[in-house]
């Protein structure tokens, strides 16, 4: 997508600070972070959300999940504990359309969420 903010970070035409990188995926630190430890994990192909995981692109979301808890434990947060959430639409609060997951850690995250 041609203004896909992710997209041009995959492409480098944005920096990121990237923490783990593969052919597939790309997991960077968040802008914004909302905890010690906030990073995002997308796709390197473009998906809108989670509405548009199908039985085409199944394998590379699952290579993501995969990957979480290598980030997890290079991140050093695999054995005190972590979030992964994945905000959808409008009122999920979604601000970029392409598939992300946001990984928190490193303090007491607190329920509810929202």
């Known amino acids: 997508m041609k203004d896909c903010l992710f997209c041009k970070i995959v492409k480098k035409e944005i920096p990121a600070d990237i923490v783990y990188e593969n052919e597939n995926l790309l997991v960077f630190k968040d802008i914004n972070p909302q905890a010690p430890v906030h990073v995002l994990a997308i796709p390197k192909r473009h998906i809108d959300s989670l509405n548009h995981v199908s039985t085409e692109n199944q394998v590379l979301v699952g290579e993501i999940f995969s990957k979480i808890p290598e980030v997890a434990k290079k991140l ?4 005190t504990g972590y979030r ?3 905000n959808c639409g409008e009122d999920g609060l979604q601000t970029v359309p392409h598939l992300h997951f946001h990984i928190l850690g490193k303090r007491k995250l607190r329920w509810p969420p929202g």
């Open 76 to 79: 050093e947060i695999d054995m």
């Open 84 to 86: 992964v959430i994945s």
